[in-house]
């Protein structure tokens, strides 16, 4: 039997070396939460992190902005 698919909402997280911080928030449909992920370059660290529910994205994505 199939899972139910549900919406998750991801925030991409951008934190560069000179302090800028850039986050936005993206949605997918799909029958498990995807995995968070993070990666590490020389000018920026990237995080992509899912939520169950709109607001609790937002909530992140104002976390990272304030970060």
Not at 39 to 55: C, G, H, M, Q
Request: charged content about 30%; hydrophobic content about 35%.
């Amino acid at each position: 039997m199939k899972k139910k698919e549900s919406t998750y909402y991801g925030v991409i997280s951008e934190f560069y070396s000179d302090g800028t911080v850039k986050a936005c928030i993206i949605d997918r449909i799909t029958n498990e939460r995807p995995k968070s992920q993070h990666r590490k370059t020389s000018i920026a660290d990237f995080y992509v992190d899912w939520f169950p529910t709109l607001a609790e994205a937002e909530g992140h994505l104002q976390l990272a902005r304030v970060a």
